[in-house]
Protein backbone atom coordinates (compact mmCIF):
# COMPACT_ATOMS: atom_id res chain seq x y z
CA UNK A 1 0.00 0.00 0.00
CA UNK A 2 1.46 3.72 -1.33
CA UNK A 3 2.84 5.79 2.25
CA UNK A 4 1.55 8.65 0.79
CA UNK A 5 -1.29 9.91 -1.08
CA UNK A 6 -1.02 11.33 -4.74
CA UNK A 7 -0.78 14.72 -4.70
CA UNK A 8 -4.29 16.57 -6.90
CA UNK A 9 -4.38 18.14 -10.36
CA UNK A 10 -4.33 22.00 -8.48
CA UNK A 11 -0.64 21.00 -8.30
CA UNK A 12 0.65 21.30 -11.58
CA UNK A 13 -1.04 24.90 -12.00
CA UNK A 14 1.14 27.88 -12.68
CA UNK A 15 0.97 30.38 -9.23
CA UNK A 16 -1.42 33.10 -11.46
CA UNK A 17 -3.95 29.89 -12.41
CA UNK A 18 -3.82 28.84 -8.85
CA UNK A 19 -4.99 32.01 -7.50
CA UNK A 20 -8.06 32.16 -10.27
CA UNK A 21 -9.11 28.62 -9.23
CA UNK A 22 -8.88 29.92 -5.61
CA UNK A 23 -11.15 33.11 -6.17
CA UNK A 24 -13.38 30.93 -8.30
CA UNK A 25 -13.92 28.50 -5.12
CA UNK A 26 -14.67 31.07 -3.60
CA UNK A 27 -17.23 32.75 -5.85
CA UNK A 28 -18.96 29.16 -5.94
CA UNK A 29 -18.96 28.49 -2.69
CA UNK A 30 -20.57 32.55 -1.98
CA UNK A 31 -23.04 32.01 -4.62
CA UNK A 32 -23.97 28.75 -3.21
CA UNK A 33 -24.75 29.87 0.17
CA UNK A 34 -26.66 32.79 -1.06
CA UNK A 35 -29.28 30.78 -2.95
CA UNK A 36 -29.76 28.94 0.09
CA UNK A 37 -30.43 31.83 1.71
CA UNK A 38 -32.91 33.79 -1.05
CA UNK A 39 -36.07 32.93 -2.88
CA UNK A 40 -34.33 30.34 -5.46
CA UNK A 41 -33.88 28.06 -2.40
CA UNK A 42 -36.02 24.74 -2.66
CA UNK A 43 -36.91 21.62 -0.73
CA UNK A 44 -39.28 20.00 1.21
CA UNK A 45 -37.74 19.28 4.57
CA UNK A 46 -39.59 21.53 7.21
CA UNK A 47 -42.93 21.88 4.79
CA UNK A 48 -45.97 20.34 5.91
CA UNK A 49 -47.05 17.61 3.17
CA UNK A 50 -50.89 17.51 1.66
CA UNK A 51 -50.10 13.32 1.55
CA UNK A 52 -48.51 10.48 3.61
CA UNK A 53 -45.74 10.75 0.37
CA UNK A 54 -43.81 8.44 -1.37
CA UNK A 55 -42.51 5.90 1.16
CA UNK A 56 -45.92 5.27 2.03
CA UNK A 57 -47.07 4.63 -1.31
CA UNK A 58 -43.93 2.15 -2.03
CA UNK A 59 -45.38 0.40 1.73
CA UNK A 60 -48.43 -0.02 0.53
CA UNK A 61 -47.16 -1.45 -2.39
CA UNK A 62 -45.05 -4.15 -0.89
CA UNK A 63 -47.44 -5.13 1.70
CA UNK A 64 -50.10 -5.57 -1.16
CA UNK A 65 -47.33 -7.85 -3.08
CA UNK A 66 -46.66 -9.62 -0.09
CA UNK A 67 -50.35 -10.68 0.57
CA UNK A 68 -49.96 -12.21 -3.22
CA UNK A 69 -50.81 -9.20 -5.55
CA UNK A 70 -48.77 -9.12 -8.35
CA UNK A 71 -46.85 -5.47 -8.56
CA UNK A 72 -48.68 -4.29 -11.47
CA UNK A 73 -51.73 -4.44 -9.70
CA UNK A 74 -50.80 -3.13 -6.34
CA UNK A 75 -48.98 -0.05 -8.11
CA UNK A 76 -52.46 0.41 -9.98
CA UNK A 77 -54.25 0.55 -6.98
CA UNK A 78 -51.97 2.34 -4.57
CA UNK A 79 -51.50 5.17 -7.16
CA UNK A 80 -54.93 5.99 -8.17
CA UNK A 81 -56.14 5.65 -4.46
CA UNK A 82 -53.48 8.17 -3.22
CA UNK A 83 -54.15 10.82 -5.98
CA UNK A 84 -51.35 10.22 -7.47
CA UNK A 85 -50.81 11.30 -11.66
CA UNK A 86 -50.58 8.47 -13.43
CA UNK A 87 -50.85 9.60 -17.05
CA UNK A 88 -47.02 9.26 -17.81
CA UNK A 89 -45.29 5.94 -18.13
CA UNK A 90 -42.62 7.36 -15.30
CA UNK A 91 -44.93 7.81 -12.65
CA UNK A 92 -44.67 3.67 -12.51
CA UNK A 93 -41.51 2.80 -10.76
CA UNK A 94 -39.56 0.08 -12.74
CA UNK A 95 -40.77 -3.39 -10.57
CA UNK A 96 -37.60 -4.97 -9.39
CA UNK A 97 -36.88 -3.55 -5.90
CA UNK A 98 -40.78 -3.33 -4.93
CA UNK A 99 -41.58 -6.54 -6.09
CA UNK A 100 -38.56 -8.78 -4.52
CA UNK A 101 -39.32 -6.90 -1.13
CA UNK A 102 -42.47 -7.64 -0.82
CA UNK A 103 -41.83 -11.69 -2.09
CA UNK A 104 -39.26 -11.81 0.29
CA UNK A 105 -40.54 -14.28 3.57
CA UNK A 106 -40.71 -11.21 5.70
CA UNK A 107 -40.45 -7.73 4.42
CA UNK A 108 -38.40 -6.47 6.87
CA UNK A 109 -35.74 -8.73 5.16
CA UNK A 110 -35.52 -6.16 2.83
CA UNK A 111 -34.48 -3.55 5.04
CA UNK A 112 -31.45 -6.10 6.11
CA UNK A 113 -30.51 -6.68 2.76
CA UNK A 114 -30.18 -3.14 2.22
CA UNK A 115 -28.49 -2.59 5.52
CA UNK A 116 -25.63 -5.31 4.30
CA UNK A 117 -25.28 -3.72 0.99
CA UNK A 118 -24.89 -0.88 2.60
CA UNK A 119 -22.39 -1.91 5.33
CA UNK A 120 -20.37 -3.50 1.92
CA UNK A 121 -20.26 0.24 0.68
CA UNK A 122 -18.00 1.44 4.13
CA UNK A 123 -15.71 -1.59 3.85
CA UNK A 124 -14.92 -1.30 0.07
CA UNK A 125 -14.87 2.47 0.39
CA UNK A 126 -12.30 2.12 2.99
CA UNK A 127 -10.26 -0.46 1.14
CA UNK A 128 -10.36 1.52 -2.23
CA UNK A 129 -9.21 4.67 -0.82
CA UNK A 130 -6.86 3.24 1.80
CA UNK A 131 -5.19 1.91 -1.51
CA UNK A 132 -4.69 5.12 -2.80
CA UNK A 133 -2.65 5.91 0.10
CA UNK A 134 -4.15 8.03 2.81
CA UNK A 135 -5.63 5.52 5.70
CA UNK A 136 -7.20 8.76 7.63
CA UNK A 137 -9.09 10.00 4.00
CA UNK A 138 -10.57 6.47 3.94
CA UNK A 139 -11.31 6.54 7.43
CA UNK A 140 -12.50 9.77 7.70
CA UNK A 141 -15.09 8.52 3.94
CA UNK A 142 -16.06 5.39 5.81
CA UNK A 143 -17.50 7.87 8.81
CA UNK A 144 -18.86 10.36 6.66
CA UNK A 145 -20.83 7.45 4.69
CA UNK A 146 -23.06 6.83 7.67
CA UNK A 147 -24.73 10.24 6.90
CA UNK A 148 -26.33 8.91 3.38
CA UNK A 149 -26.23 5.07 3.95
CA UNK A 150 -28.17 5.88 7.61
CA UNK A 151 -31.63 6.20 5.43
CA UNK A 152 -31.18 2.70 4.57
CA UNK A 153 -32.24 1.52 7.70
CA UNK A 154 -34.60 4.28 8.93
CA UNK A 155 -37.96 3.45 9.15
CA UNK A 156 -39.33 1.98 5.84
CA UNK A 157 -37.25 4.56 3.51
CA UNK A 158 -35.77 1.18 2.37
CA UNK A 159 -38.86 0.43 0.18
CA UNK A 160 -37.62 3.70 -1.90
CA UNK A 161 -35.94 2.41 -5.27
CA UNK A 162 -33.68 5.09 -5.54
CA UNK A 163 -32.23 4.62 -2.43
CA UNK A 164 -31.15 1.06 -3.66
CA UNK A 165 -30.03 2.73 -6.78
CA UNK A 166 -27.72 5.05 -4.95
CA UNK A 167 -26.29 2.45 -2.76
CA UNK A 168 -25.65 -0.12 -6.05
CA UNK A 169 -24.25 3.04 -7.70
CA UNK A 170 -21.54 3.96 -4.61
CA UNK A 171 -20.85 -0.63 -4.12
CA UNK A 172 -20.38 -0.05 -7.85
CA UNK A 173 -17.49 2.66 -8.16
CA UNK A 174 -15.55 1.14 -4.88
CA UNK A 175 -15.79 -2.35 -6.70
CA UNK A 176 -14.01 -0.35 -9.67
CA UNK A 177 -11.67 1.13 -7.06
CA UNK A 178 -10.67 -2.18 -6.33
CA UNK A 179 -9.56 -3.25 -9.62
CA UNK A 180 -12.67 -5.65 -9.97
CA UNK A 181 -14.54 -4.12 -12.99
CA UNK A 182 -16.64 -7.25 -13.55
CA UNK A 183 -18.12 -7.03 -10.38
CA UNK A 184 -18.42 -2.85 -10.66
CA UNK A 185 -20.47 -3.67 -14.33
CA UNK A 186 -22.77 -5.76 -13.03
CA UNK A 187 -23.80 -4.09 -9.59
CA UNK A 188 -23.82 -1.08 -12.09
CA UNK A 189 -26.52 -2.37 -14.34
CA UNK A 190 -28.51 -3.58 -10.91
CA UNK A 191 -28.78 0.09 -10.15
CA UNK A 192 -30.03 0.50 -13.89
CA UNK A 193 -32.75 -2.48 -13.06
CA UNK A 194 -33.83 -0.71 -9.69
CA UNK A 195 -34.13 2.67 -10.74
CA UNK A 196 -34.06 4.50 -14.41
CA UNK A 197 -32.55 7.37 -13.10
CA UNK A 198 -29.14 5.17 -12.79
CA UNK A 199 -28.38 5.10 -16.29
CA UNK A 200 -26.02 8.65 -16.16
CA UNK A 201 -23.91 6.30 -14.00
CA UNK A 202 -23.97 3.53 -16.56
CA UNK A 203 -23.20 6.08 -19.73
CA UNK A 204 -20.33 6.99 -17.47
CA UNK A 205 -18.49 3.64 -17.21
CA UNK A 206 -19.82 2.87 -20.45
CA UNK A 207 -17.56 6.04 -21.80
CA UNK A 208 -14.70 5.56 -19.42
CA UNK A 209 -14.55 1.40 -20.70
CA UNK A 210 -15.02 2.86 -24.45
CA UNK A 211 -11.66 5.46 -23.87
CA UNK A 212 -9.61 3.04 -22.52
CA UNK A 213 -10.10 0.59 -24.95
CA UNK A 214 -11.59 -1.75 -22.60
CA UNK A 215 -13.58 -3.82 -25.35
CA UNK A 216 -14.88 -6.65 -23.26
CA UNK A 217 -15.81 -4.21 -20.66
CA UNK A 218 -17.48 -2.21 -23.03
CA UNK A 219 -19.37 -5.20 -24.74
CA UNK A 220 -20.65 -6.05 -21.31
CA UNK A 221 -22.44 -2.65 -20.64
CA UNK A 222 -23.70 -2.75 -24.63
CA UNK A 223 -25.25 -5.97 -23.68
CA UNK A 224 -26.46 -4.89 -19.92
CA UNK A 225 -28.21 -2.37 -21.57
CA UNK A 226 -29.70 -3.46 -24.02
CA UNK A 227 -31.01 -6.03 -21.40
CA UNK A 228 -32.16 -3.13 -19.87
CA UNK A 229 -34.23 -1.60 -23.20
CA UNK A 230 -36.00 -4.60 -23.26
CA UNK A 231 -37.05 -4.72 -19.19
CA UNK A 232 -38.46 -1.14 -19.51
CA UNK A 233 -40.06 -1.88 -22.57
CA UNK A 234 -42.05 -4.55 -21.54
CA UNK A 235 -42.44 -2.52 -18.27
CA UNK A 236 -43.65 0.36 -20.60
CA UNK A 237 -46.34 -2.03 -22.04
CA UNK A 238 -47.71 -3.51 -18.89
CA UNK A 239 -48.14 0.44 -17.78
CA UNK A 240 -49.88 1.73 -20.87
CA UNK A 241 -52.41 -1.00 -20.54
CA UNK A 242 -53.21 0.50 -16.89
CA UNK A 243 -53.63 3.78 -17.73
CA UNK A 244 -57.18 5.21 -17.76
CA UNK A 245 -58.47 7.98 -20.02
CA UNK A 246 -59.08 10.13 -17.24
CA UNK A 247 -55.84 9.74 -15.51
CA UNK A 248 -54.07 12.91 -14.58
CA UNK A 249 -50.85 14.18 -15.45
CA UNK A 250 -48.11 16.81 -14.04
CA UNK A 251 -49.12 20.08 -14.83
CA UNK A 252 -45.47 21.59 -15.09
CA UNK A 253 -43.63 18.58 -16.52
CA UNK A 254 -40.38 17.67 -15.38
CA UNK A 255 -37.93 19.52 -17.20
CA UNK A 256 -37.79 22.73 -14.34
CA UNK A 257 -34.73 24.16 -14.46
CA UNK A 258 -34.51 24.45 -11.25
CA UNK A 259 -30.90 24.91 -11.08
CA UNK A 260 -28.66 25.76 -8.29
CA UNK A 261 -31.71 26.07 -6.12
CA UNK A 262 -33.22 22.34 -7.21
CA UNK A 263 -29.52 20.55 -6.41
CA UNK A 264 -28.42 21.97 -3.41
CA UNK A 265 -32.13 20.83 -1.99
CA UNK A 266 -30.94 17.20 -2.96
CA UNK A 267 -27.89 17.14 -1.54
CA UNK A 268 -29.33 17.56 1.87
CA UNK A 269 -30.28 13.93 1.41
CA UNK A 270 -28.16 12.77 4.01
CA UNK A 271 -29.14 12.01 7.46
CA UNK A 272 -26.81 14.68 8.94
CA UNK A 273 -27.07 17.64 6.38
CA UNK A 274 -31.12 17.07 6.63
CA UNK A 275 -30.70 18.25 10.71
CA UNK A 276 -29.00 21.46 9.42
CA UNK A 277 -29.42 24.48 7.74
CA UNK A 278 -29.18 24.13 4.38
CA UNK A 279 -26.29 27.03 3.68
CA UNK A 280 -24.52 23.83 5.51
CA UNK A 281 -25.22 21.79 2.46
CA UNK A 282 -24.56 24.27 0.28
CA UNK A 283 -20.48 24.61 2.07
CA UNK A 284 -20.02 20.68 2.01
CA UNK A 285 -21.33 20.41 -2.03
CA UNK A 286 -19.27 22.93 -2.52
CA UNK A 287 -15.70 21.32 -1.37
CA UNK A 288 -16.60 18.46 -2.32
CA UNK A 289 -17.13 18.86 -6.32
CA UNK A 290 -13.97 21.33 -5.75
CA UNK A 291 -11.78 17.73 -4.68
CA UNK A 292 -13.58 16.24 -7.20
CA UNK A 293 -11.94 18.51 -9.49
CA UNK A 294 -8.29 18.04 -8.67
CA UNK A 295 -8.72 14.16 -7.87
CA UNK A 296 -7.09 12.33 -10.83
CA UNK A 297 -7.13 8.51 -10.06
CA UNK A 298 -9.17 6.28 -11.47
CA UNK A 299 -11.45 5.91 -8.67
CA UNK A 300 -11.71 9.88 -8.23
CA UNK A 301 -12.50 10.34 -11.74
CA UNK A 302 -14.92 7.80 -12.30
CA UNK A 303 -16.65 9.36 -8.83
CA UNK A 304 -16.43 12.69 -9.96
CA UNK A 305 -17.80 12.58 -13.46
CA UNK A 306 -20.83 10.49 -11.94
CA UNK A 307 -21.53 12.86 -9.53
CA UNK A 308 -20.90 16.00 -12.11
CA UNK A 309 -23.42 14.39 -14.45
CA UNK A 310 -26.17 13.96 -11.93
CA UNK A 311 -25.88 17.31 -10.42
CA UNK A 312 -25.94 18.61 -13.90
CA UNK A 313 -29.00 16.47 -14.97
CA UNK A 314 -30.97 17.34 -12.03
CA UNK A 315 -30.53 21.37 -12.65
CA UNK A 316 -32.59 20.61 -15.56
CA UNK A 317 -35.08 17.68 -14.60
CA UNK A 318 -37.33 17.42 -11.49
CA UNK A 319 -39.68 18.96 -9.36
CA UNK A 320 -39.48 20.25 -5.69
CA UNK A 321 -41.27 17.13 -4.24
CA UNK A 322 -38.25 14.79 -6.27
CA UNK A 323 -35.82 16.47 -3.47
CA UNK A 324 -35.33 12.51 -2.46
CA UNK A 325 -33.32 11.73 -5.73
CA UNK A 326 -30.65 12.58 -4.02
CA UNK A 327 -30.60 10.00 -3.09
CA UNK A 328 -28.72 8.27 -5.98
CA UNK A 329 -25.73 10.42 -5.79
CA UNK A 330 -25.53 11.58 -2.32
CA UNK A 331 -22.60 9.05 -0.93
CA UNK A 332 -20.70 10.27 -3.78
CA UNK A 333 -20.14 13.52 -1.90
CA UNK A 334 -18.44 12.03 0.55
CA UNK A 335 -15.80 10.85 -1.71
CA UNK A 336 -15.32 14.10 -2.92
CA UNK A 337 -15.54 15.96 0.49
CA UNK A 338 -12.33 13.93 1.98
CA UNK A 339 -10.09 15.00 -1.02
CA UNK A 340 -11.04 18.43 -0.43
CA UNK A 341 -8.33 19.36 2.26
CA UNK A 342 -5.38 17.97 0.39
CA UNK A 343 -7.02 20.00 -2.96
CA UNK A 344 -7.10 23.34 -0.83
CA UNK A 345 -3.60 22.58 0.45
CA UNK A 346 -1.98 21.87 -3.13
CA UNK A 347 -3.62 24.79 -4.53
CA UNK A 348 -2.53 27.16 -1.69
CA UNK A 349 0.64 26.13 -2.64
CA UNK A 350 0.46 26.58 -6.45
CA UNK A 351 -0.38 29.76 -5.73
CA UNK A 352 2.76 30.50 -4.21
CA UNK A 353 0.84 33.20 -1.98
CA UNK A 354 3.72 32.67 0.78
CA UNK A 355 6.27 33.62 -1.60
CA UNK A 356 7.33 30.01 -1.98
CA UNK A 357 7.55 27.27 -5.11
CA UNK A 358 5.32 25.24 -6.39
CA UNK A 359 5.87 21.43 -5.61
CA UNK A 360 6.87 19.21 -8.08
CA UNK A 361 4.24 16.62 -9.01
CA UNK A 362 4.57 13.17 -9.73
CA UNK A 363 2.93 11.65 -12.65
CA UNK A 364 -1.58 10.57 -12.51
CA UNK A 365 -3.13 7.61 -13.26
CA UNK A 366 -5.28 7.46 -16.03
CA UNK A 367 -9.51 6.61 -15.58
Not at 99 to 128: D, F, H, Q
Not at 149 to 167: H, K, Q
Not at 188 to 216: D, H, K, M, Q, T
Not at 228 to 251: E, K, N, Q
Request: aromatic residues 12%; glycine residues 10%.
Amino acid sequence: MPQNPRPSGYARLTPIRARIVLLALLFVTVFCVAVTLSPLAQGRIGKPEHREGDVALYRAEVDRIHAGQGYYQAAAAELVARGYTTRSVFNWRLPLPIWLIGRMPAVGLGKVLLGLLAAAVILTAYEALAREGSVWRALGCSVLLTGPLMLCVLGDIFVMPVIWAGVLITLSICAYGLNRPAWGTVIGLSAAFCCELALPYCAVCAAIAWRNRRRAELAAWAIGLAAWLVYFGLHWVRVAGLITPDARAHSGGWVQFGGAGFVLSTVQMNSYLLRLPQWVAALYFAAAMFGFAGWHTPLGQRAGLSAALFVGGLGIVGQEFNQYWGSLFAPLFCFGFVQFPQSLRDLWKAAALTGGKPAATAPFGSP
